[in-house]
């Protein structure tokens, strides 16, 4: 039992549990080595005892699965949507994010809840398309960015080549916090700017184990017995050109502006827990969330947080739905009863779950910074907020606007129930989009979608979970806009020949239209309609 939450005691147990929190999002191209990283991560921790069951996991899913894309990135997103772990005093959280970037819309939501990204690049390839995206998302949030050079192991591009590249196509400054000594296949270690330590690297048993460290400082004469003259004269004078350039400032890289950089190798745990170590000390503690009662800081007394996630049919066996929670203040404890703004009633938390590398465990408390699973009964939904206090609301998770449509009925019109309620969940886990369009004289049943491979996830998801096959159809849109405000019902609206119209999943009207200038034309046809790209703010 925790003590009451107005006293003393409970204050400073909630200072000394916030401070220690620590919750972030991995973002990666695929393959740059994510699945790894985590893994190394957890190992660290003791939360898996050895490396390989997450990876072990991943590879299984490849070899049984047609669907390997959807499959990897539902594999991703759904197994390890929110591990947590210990080390050295801190509580970790690590949010996942699919490296897809049809799921951009996915990991937006998963930044919401996150304090701070890892952005994890390869470091044969750099930035690659996928970074690219993610990484403008990341941006959208304002968090702090740190970057991890990985795969050093092996041939990997000029360092300062890819601190140009950070900033030529990201535009962000990087400021080294390690460099790397002996690039393209011919790696040495790695010299700390902060200690002035070099660390060697020496590739010991795959990676399946902690090395032991074998560190040395720059300026012993020691250094001449393990690493050649021509290696320390190259260091000495990238040492001073790091030097004269972006200095770390903990205010910048809190903002967003500056990345650490760190250089390492996953696989061969090189690197791994110098990072984790300087991250940690200069990542910040939960951060407050806006409500419509103002900035919600973590050491609010009450309990409260929002749901960014809901994932059903996480195990098919037990046709499960979770909503994903982050804690924004206070603490949980077993069997609270809180305040719920979907449904404006009090609802009991059953049964939270929080993830470790591969099981789920049921919390007795948590709190704020932490990610629980709540089930779900069917009553949640993406943006809630529950709260043990004040009735508040937490800013609404945006919903990004489609581009791509298809006209979809099941196969078999006996089948239309199952359909209905596939549809409805993907729907209300934020996958897809609903419309109907009656125009036409018949109603056509539509579904947005803001990157193509989630209707693929809607086939898949259809036919394995609710057993129905579907019919697709494309349709030329590319861009829905909610009708806000109209001069006239929306049937007479003056519209080019291949615009349409339609409802959305609650009754609103939208217009939809081929390119953007169809979409100037309608409002200059029109004098008085209102448009808006997303429903955000209807
Ligand atoms: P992802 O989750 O970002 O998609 O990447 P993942 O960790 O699965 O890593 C992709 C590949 O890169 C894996 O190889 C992995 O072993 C390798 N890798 C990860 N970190 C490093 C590193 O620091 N150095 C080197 N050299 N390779 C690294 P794979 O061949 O696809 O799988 P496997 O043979 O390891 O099972």
Same mark, same amino acid.
């Given at each position: 039992?925790?003590?009451?939450?107005?006293?003393?005691?409970?204050?400073?147990?909630?200072?000394?549990?916030?401070?220690?929190?620590?919750?972030?999002?991995?973002?990666?191209?695929?393959?740059?080595?994510?699945?790894?990283?985590?893994?190394?991560?957890?190992?660290?921790?003791?939360?898996?005892?050895?490396?390989?069951?997450?990876?072990?996991?991943?590879?299984?899913?490849?070899?049984?699965?047609?669907?390997?894309?959807?499959?990897?990135?539902?594999?991703?997103?759904?197994?390890?949507?929110?591990?947590?772990?210990?080390?050295?005093?801190?509580?970790?959280?690590?949010?996942?994010?699919?490296?897809?970037?049809?799921?951009?819309?996915?990991?937006?939501?998963?930044?919401?809840?996150?304090?701070?990204?890892?952005?994890?690049?390869?470091?044969?390839?750099?930035?690659?398309?996928?970074?690219?995206?993610?990484?403008?998302?990341?941006?959208?949030?304002?968090?702090?960015?740190?970057?991890?050079?990985?795969?050093?192991?092996?041939?990997?591009?000029?360092?300062?080549?890819?601190?140009?590249?950070?900033?030529?196509?990201?535009?962000?400054?990087?400021c080294?916090?390690?460099?790397?000594?002996?690039?393209?296949?011919?790696?040495?270690?790695?010299?700390?700017?902060?200690?002035?330590?070099?660390?060697?690297?020496?590739?010991?048993?795959?990676?399946?184990?902690?090395?032991?460290?074998?560190?040395?400082?720059?300026?012993?004469?020691?250094?001449?017995?393990?690493?050649?003259?021509?290696?320390?004269?190259?260091?000495?004078?990238?040492?001073?050109?790091?030097?004269?350039?972006e200095e770390f400032d903990p205010e910048r890289v809190r903002k967003?502006e500056l990345?650490?950089?760190?250089?390492?190798?996953?696989?061969?745990?090189?690197?791994?827990?110098?990072?984790?170590?300087?991250?940690?000390?200069?990542?910040? *503690?939960?951060?407050?969330? %806006?409500? !419509?009662?103002?900035?919600? $800081? +973590?050491?609010?007394? #009450?309990?409260?947080?929002? =749901? @960014?996630?809901?994932?059903?049919?996480?195990?098919?066996?037990?046709?499960?739905?979770?909503?994903?929670?982050?804690?924004?203040?206070?603490?949980?404890?077993?069997?609270?009863?809180?305040?719920?703004?979907?449904?404006?009633?009090?609802?009991?938390?059953?049964?939270?779950?929080?993830?470790?590398?591969?099981?789920?465990?049921?919390?007795?408390?948590?709190?704020?910074?932490?990610?629980?699973?709540?089930?779900? *009964?069917?009553?949640?939904? %993406?943006? !809630?907020?529950?709260?043990? $206090? +004040?009735?508040?609301? #937490?800013?609404?998770?945006? =919903? @990004?606007?489609?581009?791509?449509?298809?006209?979809?009925?099941?196969?078999?019109?006996?089948?239309?129930?199952?359909?209905?309620?596939?549809?409805?969940?993907?729907?209300?886990?934020?996958?897809?989009?609903?419309?109907?369009?009656?125009?036409?004289?018949?109603?056509?049943?539509?579904?947005?979608?803001?990157?193509?491979?989630?209707?693929?996830?809607?086939?898949?998801?259809?036919?394995?979970?609710?057993?129905?096959?579907?019919?697709?159809?494309?349709?030329?849109?590319?861009?829905?806009?909610?009708?806000?405000?109209?001069?006239?019902?929306?049937?007479?609206?003056?519209?080019?020949?291949?615009?349409?119209?339609?409802?959305?999943?609650?009754?609103?009207?939208?217009?939809?239209?081929?390119?953007?200038?169809?979409?100037?034309?309608?409002?200059?046809?029109?004098?008085?309609?209102?448009?808006?790209?997303?429903?955000?703010?209807?």
């Amino acid at each position: 039992m925790l003590p009451a939450t107005d006293t003393q005691e409970f204050k400073e147990l909630l200072h000394q549990q916030v401070d220690k929190r620590r919750t972030f999002a991995i973002i990666s191209h695929p393959d740059a080595g994510k699945t790894t990283l985590t893994e190394k991560l957890l190992l660290y921790s003791g939360a898996i005892r050895s490396a390989g069951s997450v990876k072990a996991r991943k590879s299984d899913k490849h070899a049984t699965s047609d669907w390997m894309d959807i499959e990897k990135q539902r594999g991703i997103s759904v197994t390890s949507s929110a591990m947590q772990f210990e080390y050295d005093g801190y509580h970790i959280n690590i949010l996942d994010t699919p490296g897809h970037q049809d799921f951009s819309e996915d990991t937006y939501r998963v930044l919401v809840a996150a304090d701070a990204a890892v952005m994890l690049i390869d470091a044969a390839k750099g930035v690659e398309a996928q970074t690219i995206k993610l990484f403008k998302v990341c941006r959208m949030r304002n968090i702090p960015i740190f970057t991890f050079v990985n795969k050093m192991d092996r041939a990997a591009r000029d360092p300062f080549e890819l601190m140009q590249e950070l900033e030529d196509v990201l535009g962000i400054r990087s400021c080294p916090i390690n460099w790397p000594i002996g690039v393209d296949g011919d790696f040495q270690g790695v010299y700390h700017r902060d200690t002035k330590m070099v660390e060697l690297y020496e590739n010991g048993d795959h990676g399946k184990k902690k090395l032991d460290k074998l560190d040395i400082a720059l300026d012993d004469p020691a250094i001449h017995d393990v690493l050649a003259q021509h290696y320390i004269d190259r260091l000495n004078e990238e040492i001073e050109l790091l030097d004269i350039g972006e200095e770390f400032d903990p205010e910048r890289v809190r903002k967003g502006e500056l990345t650490p950089m760190f250089f390492g190798s996953a696989v061969t745990n090189f690197g791994v827990e110098p990072f984790l170590e300087r991250f940690l000390k200069f990542t910040p *503690p939960p951060l407050s969330r %806006l409500s !419509d009662a103002g900035e919600i $800081g +973590p050491e609010e007394p #009450y309990f409260s947080g929002f =749901v @960014f996630k809901i994932q059903a049919n996480m195990n098919p066996a037990h046709r499960d739905r979770l909503a994903f929670m982050r804690i924004v203040s206070g603490a949980y404890q077993k069997g609270m009863e809180v305040w719920h703004s979907g449904t404006g009633k009090q609802v009991t938390l059953k049964q939270p779950q929080q993830f470790m590398a591969d099981e789920r465990e049921a919390v007795e408390e948590a709190w704020a910074g932490d990610i629980i699973g709540l089930f779900d *009964p069917g009553i949640y939904q %993406l943006g !809630d907020t529950l709260s043990s $206090g +004040p009735k508040i609301h #937490y800013e609404n998770i945006p =919903v @990004f606007a489609p581009e791509f449509f298809n006209r979809v009925r099941p196969e078999d019109s006996m089948k239309r129930k199952q359909f209905q309620k596939g549809i409805s969940q993907l729907a209300e886990e934020g996958a897809i989009q609903t419309f109907i369009r009656t125009e036409t004289g018949r109603e056509e049943f539509m579904v947005g979608v803001v990157g193509v491979l989630q209707f693929e996830v809607l086939e898949h998801r259809l036919k394995t979970e609710y057993q129905t096959k579907i019919v697709m159809e494309g349709m030329p849109f590319r861009h829905v806009r909610w009708v806000v405000k109209s001069p006239k019902p929306i049937e007479d609206l003056k519209l080019t020949s291949t615009s349409g119209r339609a409802k959305d999943s609650r009754g609103r009207d939208v217009l939809l239209f081929e390119n953007e200038w169809s979409i100037r034309l309608a409002c200059e046809n029109n004098e008085g309609l209102e448009l808006a790209e997303t429903a955000n703010r209807l």
